[in-house]
């Protein structure tokens, strides 16, 4: 869900895509690891985070903003390996609607994910010469995840977490927090998500996986072995997903059937360019084209593909009403959380339809909630872009919960 | 646009993915060729073709059937390489909405297709050996594909068309020939489609092309060479189609979240089993993914990869009134042609709102225009499949056309 302007893709051989660079995150290490929920315990768990802000004195401003698919840690400061600001540096920082001047901001890169927690990249313990997991990375949940943070958090010595905050995956989070520790968070923002992936949403991401294994360089997961990652596949899976980030209204907007007259037309990614591309009718191609030839192309050197592999099927499996008997406000009965659910008019991955029922749910539940869909034509990406009613809303949102927990303003200030 | 019901996937490996089958196509060859939209001249083209039902004295009875991009000229029989029953065998036929009693049904191979009209799998002429055109075959637009179908339609015998009817590119086709020869089409019926492509269906388009680049048997075209078609990226662009063809009620409906639970998980398309699939969490895969891997993998046994690179670049390219400075109704200013267009309130691919605009241009124009929206939750598919409400549309406004034309019922009887 990169912001990225269109800029002419790099013509680039596979043969140059590396693996991730080797960057030290801050992290901790759980040597006892984590119960999941298939029943396995993977042992150790490191779980790599990223603070902002100052924690009172009480303990009690703490917020953790939980990061989508292809999010990370970084949420308000450079990202290390690509040199981007952080995916939410509009929302998180002094003065913004997540106040850092207020609030204490955590991030945890998900389980199973490529930026310092432990996921399928990870040294296999049982293997000899540090051999990642790969494919026998253990199948995880949204669960898991969550719990997985849980961990960190209580190793901050948060008891109690003021918010939970998070959009897409984010969001899905931040269900997962408030049904399996409604204790532990006071007030929660579910943004553009859903309590369950629709069959739509899990063949994208089937087709996504298919990409991936169409690779040859995949491997079978084991890519580390011949040296170069399935950038292709990977590419083509974060083509089409983002795709669904977006709204045909956005993509009119931005790029309508603008062509850019090139004299070679770039190449497809990870291929030598042919002499003639089949793509270059009378020496043309869209601009949204090119867009998405970037967005791939970027995408694969900051991600890992077994951990789109796990992380993908971790939202498949999300369905938090079949874990309560196909009863979703069971899942919440009783919690003392305040909701915010948030939805996007535009958004059609996860549309208004979705937040409609978990505010729904959380009616019967007898939950304190509100819930608001924003009007825009930016679709499901809304929740990273400039959209001044989002902000308004959860600045609104947090005041008055900050107000009801006896939070003073500019408490760590 | 397959209608196959899920089934269980084949495990096959690419190797035993041999190219298209040799069949033998009616068809007519055109020595002189076309002069083509890209300025070069195409020759010889040959055009295969299907007809059902007779022609009648005055030759005044002829219907145009338009196929989509992964359609053929087997509307109404048995497709020879698959075995299954034509793709428009519930609407073309004896006593049938497009009644074969009374009309005479035409449907052409597009040029640039792979089943037996010439294309990117036909021999170059300047070439040794009978080596085909692969990605030398030149860019061809709509309007190309309807001048080659239109040297068929005369070599019938037939001076003006009782109707042209397609849904999807089909329908593509219909406006392109009431646009390019208006006195020769009494009637056009454009179902679900566009009078442009749209930013989104150009994103959707290109994935499915990259997806057939990542493909390393696809070998820059040349995969004639390496005896292996792409079949990994091309099952991959069609499994991503596949889902742009339904709707999100329509894969609840059908899928929803029911999973399968397997002794073994069936194979990725082309790749050998791994030991242990990373989809298989708890042992299970998603009814919707068994049926796209189905729709996959039984594809690219029929349809060819340059093929789907040619002609859905001519989609692309199609903008009708971008040929006329921008103005779509002075793409049918007089026109003598009928129009009924038709949508599909849960198309999201070519939404009613194109078709609207289809409607207004005709409007402005001062056409014989009628427009329909049918209400269906089936998606852009429902051209294709059980819907009374478009049968009951199209066998209405063909009698009306039939009386105006002063076709007597059952004149080919």
């Known amino acids: 869900m990169d912001q990225t302007p269109p800029a002419p893709p790099p013509a680039e051989s596979p043969a140059s895509i590396s693996p991730l660079p080797a960057v030290e995150h801050q992290h901790v290490r759980f040597a006892e690891g984590l119960e999941l929920d298939c029943g396995r315990r993977l042992a150790p768990v490191e779980m790599a985070y990223q603070t902002y802000g100052r924690l009172d004195d009480r303990r009690a401003n703490a917020i953790l903003v939980c990061h989508a698919l292809t999010g990370d840690q970084y949420v308000a400061e450079q990202q290390p390996i690509t ?23 955590v991030c945890v890169n998900v389980l199973g994910g490529c930026m310092g927690s432990t996921g399928p990249r990870s040294p296999r313990p049982d293997a000899a010469g540090g051999e990642p997991w790969g494919t026998d990375f253990p199948p995880i949940t949204l669960q898991d995840i969550a719990r997985a943070q ?51 949403n899990i063949a994208f991401n089937e087709v996504s996986r298919q990409a991936i294994f169409a690779d040859p360089d995949w491997n079978n997961g084991r890519y580390w072995t011949n040296g170069r990652v399935p950038a292709r ?9 983002h795709i669904t980030y977006l709204s045909e209204e956005a993509l009119t907007r931005k790029f ?6 090139e004299a070679t037309v770039p190449a497809p990614i ?8 089949p793509l270059g009718l009378f020496g043309e191609m869209f601009e949204v084209e090119s867009y998405l030839r970037h967005q791939g192309s970027s995408f694969v050197r900051r991600f890992d593909a077994n951990s789109y592999l796990t992380v993908t099927r971790a939202m498949d499996y999300f369905d938090l009403a079949a874990d309560h008997d196909g009863d979703l406000a069971a899942a919440f009965r009783g919690t003392p959380t305040r909701f915010c659910v948030i939805s996007f008019s535009s958004d059609w991955l996860f549309p208004t339809s979705q937040s409609r029922l978990i ?17 825009t034509d930016k679709g499901h990406d809304a929740f990273l872009l400039d959209e001044p009613a989002l902000d308004r809303t959860l600045r609104g949102f947090l005041q008055g919960c900050a107000e009801h927990a006896g939070l003073a303003p500019g408490v760590a200030a």
């Open 233 to 241: 596949g990977l590419a083509v899976a974060r083509m089409m997903a």
């Open 256 to 261: 309508g059937r603008r062509t850019r007259r």
């Open 83 to 105: 040199g981007k600001p952080g995916w939410w540096a509009r929302m998180v920082g002094p003065g913004l609607p997540i106040d850092t001047d207020r609030f204490f901001v």
């Open 270 to 277: 990870g291929s030598a360019a042919p002499a003639q591309s």
């Open 359 to 375: 505010a729904r749910a959380l009616n019967q539940a007898a939950a304190n909630v509100s819930f608001v869909e924003i009007e």
């Open 150 to 200: 849980e961990k960190v958090i209580t190793h901050l010595g948060i008891d109690r977490l003021f918010a939970v905050i998070g959009g897409s995956m984010g969001g899905m989070q931040v269900l997962a927090w408030a049904a399996l520790f409604p204790r532990r968070v006071f007030a929660a923002v579910p943004i553009a998500t859903a309590s369950f992936h629709s069959a739509q």
